[in-house]
């Protein structure tokens, strides 16, 4: 495999034993990251583990330690947790089956692809077995895994031609809803703004295309960083316009149900900036427009 495996195991059904392996379903290599410098040398900064009046320390010295009091641990070495025997560490059993919608997005926390594994000739079989069975029903699997110290439950479902596996949080990881969004107003609103939201969520709808979507800040970034290395200003990256303060919702929306907010906005404009220019024409001038003239002589020679 070209991607290293982010843990390998066995998914278990009842007597069904599937040897996989799992590798991340997401990367990061796109993004910038920084590192600090010190400015008057150039030079990267680095941080010393260093324990209170006694300096800095080994890392053969360091062990993990949970505070069970103020400033008391536990102390505990890697290999004492690694000798935690739990059936979850080399194997995923799915101990329940749920509907594909059943579980809130809040729970959902991150996907990874899992394949059969290479060295077991009979892996394949009992992979493509559990995926078709798991199309045809609409169902999601659930079971635990524990990796690098830490215990997630798990939600297997079809992807394409292969699994997928998301890490769900547990519930106590999850702040309740009714607590966050207590203080939001229980406010009826106008109906003929909620059509027209809707209206505007119709026409915007479609099948959704993740290329279509560019990390423009990413791309802002990279040009600053390039144009101070060829020691030039950086270009302007093209990017949607600002969106206009919201004076009247009925009206935004409209105006947004119309053609967009940008696009209306400088039709309106123009439109109404040649109205304002044939009416100071016409003030100057005291002559009626070419239009208005020959409506009127034509009543004239039907007179």
Known sequence: MATRAYWSGRIRLALVSIPVEVVSATKTSSRISFHQIHEPSGKRIRYEKVVPGIGPVDTDEIVKGYEVEKGKYVLLSDEEIADVKL??????????FVDADAIEQIYFEKPFYILPSEEDEDAEEAYIVLRDALKKTNKIGLGQ??????GSIVAIKPFGKGLLMETLRYADEVKKADTVFEDVPAKKVDADLIDLAEELIDKKSGEFHPEKFKDTYTVALRELIKAKQENRPPREIEEAPPASNVINLMDALKRSVRGG???????????SGGTRKAARKTKSTGKPAKKSARKTSGRRRAA
């Open 145 to 150: 895994i524990v990796v690098r110290g830490q």
């Open 261 to 271: 907010s940008a696009e209306t906005t400088k039709a309106e404009k123009s439109e």
């Open 87 to 96: 059936e979850a560490k080399k194997s995923i059993d799915l101990v329940q």
